[in-house]
């Protein structure tokens, strides 16, 4: 027998090329004559050039290769169980994933339903096959994430907090973000939405810091599922990095669509890295208890990501085809990072919230202090006694850290664009918008609201361009609400009826836990009210004012 | 508790429980392991529904802000307003299917091996070049041109998983969409790999039938009439409870699959029969979906008369395209299908459905 002879040589037969599966299926379609296609979501960019497919893959091989990325996935967490995984898990870290898990299947799933918005949009029927796939990548992901989150539940010590988990979504102050995130996927200016915003700057940027960084984190903190099910996840992502890459460069070459295109990139942009940073940033750096000091810090990680990655090896290429790039936007976002405390500063407003939250969240310790003060020269003086403040007062019997005045924190505004806080107070600005003063967090946010989401831009007419709408400022909804009524009302209430769900402390003991007894008597208000209620010299005074900031005060 | 010894509590060390693992300690919510916040069909929760309910969430449960981007015109994110069917509760639809995405991967997965095996073997043995030469020429042409119904009906589909008001309704649209589209590249590289077996197979002939043959037109023409639809529940109804039993099984199964074997294709049925096993689902989910809509105690009479219509209006343009179809029946070397017949069990099917969902059989489908 030939050394050289193999089932494979003698079983194969003559097959058609890739390429040539994919051109086949790509001639599947055909302009309609008899009638027209339906109602397309509108754009108000030109698609005069069809997009190509880079992946170049058919269902065919497609489904037995989820299929066997599914059975890892699986096998993995039937493996965590016999393993017994959740007796070494770090309770911290998983209280955090009650807040994540919460958010993100809804932004997946909205990913899939914004296929429908590019779909027809494209000349030729090339990328279709590269959209529908990304349209069942993205109901796997939602779906493995709600399945992770049950895990989660049935496994893990706690499990109040993930049994209301999408009950919790739609109410929650902090949940609100990634509703701003995903509905910004699937909402307005098909292309705006559904290429530029999700495929060209969530997926290509920033999924790296969510589904790649996240989880490394998590195996540090002895969750060995979460990387199984996020890594996985990611691996679709490439798919649909092509899938924008590909109607980006259909699109690039006819400078009418140019000044669109930096519009959207700069809102992306800003909006991604005020919601991706502020709620990543916090888990990474404030869900661990691994502070090995040679790993790598959020800012670290941010500049291998967004910085290197994205801005340098995509964004800056862009450049060649006439395209203004935002450069500045990213220093600033950098700067917010490293030099203004944007995680840390989110981090403790998530904290001073804790009682209308659905998640535990613990205080740092002197481990902790150490780790920071290396890794951010300068934290210590800053927070250092605000998570001194919270371990005291955590518990029951204490008054409640979002009303107690002896910490010195003051309350936040909310910015109307990117729906965190406005926590960089020297950044705060205001704005007046079809007649009504909003609040923002930074001039990005400004612009985003002001600007970018307008029936015109720069001169231009827009008519496709999306909307702000809802009841954005989270405080305004419970205004004049005793805060024991609000979280009731909100249903962050365990099953007894009395205890609360969040708590301040991972103390699994029912003498230690708060319930809405120890928080009554406290009442909610809505920042933007008041600042709304006030003459504009007075308004300026305030802003100023604002902008100075507060100083936690020593906590002994 | 005073607050001195409180805060001296607060500094102890924590870890007295010192595992993660369920059961470790005892407390408030220390056992309430089950999504807790919509209401199961059955007794419990099946697993799609912990999957599936509520992730698309609704200003009128717990969606406390309300949707926070609209379009230009004020529609919010999901509306109500884009299909003329109305809903007293519109999150009460369960798919009959219960899919989710692992069960939707193994099923396309197995489908996808399945006809592959077929193929391969097939052609190992040398089966195509066996196939009736007319009967080749029936697959190069119409199997060719009916591949883009079934491409049509999916990106129509992939169109209508946008718009409907819950994650249950979508979520079944979407598999519905992914089947099709599946089964459209089936055919396409089926057809691809046996022509390579047989030499002057014309693959591009399937194409120019659909565009061009009188006998594809009426097919067409429906098949467009569903995709310009702009209400997504029209083309969900008019895909699975029109087109599907009076021209998808019609040529699938009242032609392809019986006629096949006697001209020595046994490949065909085993590739075609996937995509009847598809539409039983796709079709179970339709039929569950409009009941609930057809008895709705508020608006089930408006409901029905609007499926009425949509029933009558796409009938007619289904009833048409089988009639042109019927020339196909007669091409065959060895006839063992009669056009007929296939055609009385399609008028059949479509009165079954229409009959379970209350609706009125049109005149045409009568007899």
Redesign the interface.
């Given at each position: 027998m030939s050394a050289s002879l193999t089932l494979n040589k003698i079983?194969a037969?003559?097959?058609?090329s890739i390429a040539?599966?994919a051109n086949?299926?790509a001639?599947?379609?055909?302009t309609?004559?008899?009638?027209?296609?339906?109602?397309?979501?509108p754009t108000d960019y030109k698609i005069s050039k069809t997009p190509r497919d880079p992946m170049k893959q058919?269902?065919?091989?497609y489904?037995?290769m989820?299929?066997e990325k599914?059975n890892r996935v699986?096998g993995a967490l039937d493996a965590a169980l016999r393993g017994?995984m959740?007796?070494?898990?770090?309770?911290r870290w998983?209280e955090w994933m009650k807040l994540f898990l919460a958010i993100i299947?809804?932004p997946e799933?909205s990913a899939?339903?914004?296929?429908?918005?590019v779909?027809?949009l494209a000349p030729g029927e090339e990328l279709?096959?590269g959209?529908?796939m990304q349209?069942?990548d993205e109901?796997?992901?939602?779906?493995?994430q709600?399945?992770l989150k049950?895990w989660y539940?049935?496994?893990?010590?706690?499990?109040?907090g993930f049994?209301?988990?999408?009950?919790?979504?739609?109410?929650c102050y902090a949940t609100?973000i990634g509703?701003?995130f995903a509905?910004?996927f699937?909402?307005?200016d098909a292309i705006t939405a559904a290429n530029v915003y999700l495929t060209v700057v969530a997926e290509t940027a920033f999924t790296n810091t969510l589904f790649v960084a996240m989880p490394s984190e998590a195996a540090r903190n002895?969750d060995y599922a979460l990387p199984t099910v996020f890594l996985s996840v990611q691996s679709d992502e490439s798919r649909h990095i092509g899938n924008g890459h590909s109607m980006l460069m259909a699109m690039i070459n006819d400078p009418s669509n140019h000044q669109l295109l930096e519009r959207d990139l700069k809102y992306a942009f800003w909006q991604n890295h005020a919601i991706v940073d502020a709620a990543i940033g916090t888990f990474i750096e404030y869900g661990t208890t691994n502070r090995d000091k040679n790993k790598e810090s959020y800012a670290e990680l941010w500049h291998r990501w967004i910085y290197e990655d994205y801005y340098r090896t995509y964004m800056l290429p862009l450049e060649k085809y006439g395209i203004k790039i935002h450069h500045d936007d990213v220093a600033a976002a950098w700067d917010r990072i490293v030099k203004k405390n944007y995680v840390h500063k989110t981090a403790q407003f998530f904290t001073v919230g804790w009682s209308v939250n659905f998640w535990r969240i613990?205080?740092q310790t002197e481990r902790d202090f150490e780790w920071f003060e290396h890794k951010y020269p300068g934290w210590y003086a800053e927070f250092g006694d605000f998570w001194k403040w919270h371990?005291?007062?955590?518990?029951?019997?204490?008054t409640n850290i979002l009303f107690n005045s002896e910490v010195g924190y003051s309350y936040p505004h909310r910015c109307w664009s990117c729906?965190v806080p406005c926590l960089i107070r020297e950044d705060f600005v205001c704005d007046e918008v079809d007649g009504k003063i909003y609040t923002y967090c930074s001039e990005g946010c400004r612009w985003t609201h002001k600007v970018a989401f307008a029936?015109e831009y720069e001169g231009r007419a827009t008519?496709?361009?999306?909307?702000?709408?809802?009841?954005?400022e989270?405080e305004d909804?419970y205004h004049g609400w005793d805060v024991a009524d609000a979280i009731k009302d909100l249903?962050f209430v365990?099953?007894?009826g009395?205890?609360m769900?969040a708590q301040p402390?991972?103390?699994?003991?029912?003498k230690?836990?708060w319930t809405l007894d120890d928080v009554r008597g406290h009442t909610l208000g809505s920042p933007l009210r008041g600042f709304r209620a006030l003459s504009p010299i007075e308004r300026e005074v305030a802003t100023a004012e604002y902008r100075k900031g507060f100083k936690i005060n020593p906590c002994h | 508790m005073s607050a001195q010894t409180s805060r001296a509590a607060a500094t102890k060390p924590a870890a007295i429980v010192k595992s993660g693992a369920a059961g470790a300690a005892v407390f408030p919510g220390s056992d309430s392991r089950k999504y807790n916040y919509f209401e199961p069909k059955g007794r419990k929760a099946t697993h799609y529904e912990d999957m599936t309910v509520d992730v698309q969430p609704d200003p009128e449960r717990y969606l406390l802000q309300d949707w926070i981007i609209s379009f230009p015109d004020g529609t919010p994110t999901y509306s109500k307003d884009w299909t003329a069917a109305k809903s007293s509760n519109w999150h009460k639809f369960r798919a009959v299917d219960q899919e989710w995405e692992r069960t939707h991967y193994q099923r396309q997965s197995t489908i996808c091996g399945m006809v592959q095996n077929t193929i391969e073997n097939g052609r190992k043995s040398g089966a195509p070049t066996r196939f009736d030469p007319a009967w080749v020429k029936i697959l190069q042409n119409h199997l060719g041109a009916y591949k883009h119904a079934e491409f049509g009906l999916g990106t129509s589909t992939m169109q209508a998983q946008r718009y409907g008001y819950t994650q249950m309704v979508n979520n079944a649209i979407l598999t519905n969409s992914s089947y099709k589209l599946r089964f459209a590249q089936d055919i396409t590289l089926y057809l691809s790999e046996i022509g390579l077996d047989l030499p002057g197979f014309d693959i591009a002939a399937g194409k120019k039938h659909w565009l061009e043959d009188p006998i594809w037109q009426g097919v067409r023409k429906s098949v467009e009439s569903v995709m310009g639809s702009n209400d997504y529940l029209e083309q969900y109804f008019a895909t699975n409870a029109v087109f599907e039993p009076l021209v998808g099984e019609l040529f699938r199964s009242g032609f392809l699959m019986q006629a096949a074997s006697a001209q020595n294709d046994f490949i065909t049925p085993a590739v075609v029969s996937a995509a009847e096993a598809d539409y039983e689902r796709n079709l179970a989910n339709t039929v569950e979906l409009f009941h609930i809509l057809g008895t709705d105690p508020t608006f089930g009479a408006q409901n029905l008369g609007l499926f009425n219509k949509w029933l009558a209006n796409h009938a007619d343009l289904a009833l048409d395209a089988a009639n042109h179809l019927q020339p196909i029946w007669s091409q065959p070397r060895v006839k063992v299908a009669a056009f007929a017949d296939a055609m009385a069990h399609a008028k059949n099917r479509i009165r079954g459905i229409a009959t379970e969902l209350g609706l009125t059989v049109p005149a045409g489908l009568a007899s």
């Open positions: 079983t037969q003559k097959g058609i040539e599966a086949r299926v001639d599947l379609g055909w309609p004559s008899y009638v027209q296609e339906a109602m397309t979501f058919v269902l065919r091989s489904f037995p989820q299929e599914d699986y017994d959740f007796r070494n898990v770090e309770p998983v299947p809804f799933i899939a339903r914004s296929m429908a918005m779909g027809r279709r096959t959209f529908t349209m069942v109901f796997r992901h939602s779906t493995i709600m399945n049950k539940m049935e496994n893990y010590i706690d499990p109040a049994d209301i988990t999408e009950a919790a979504f739609g109410k609100t509703r701003q509905e910004g699937l909402t307005g002895g613990e205080a371990a005291k007062l955590s518990v029951p019997g204490e729906m029936a008519p496709a361009m999306g909307r702000f709408s809802g009841r954005r989270w909804c249903g365990r099953p007894d009395k205890t769900i402390h991972l103390r699994f003991d029912s230690d836990m | -």
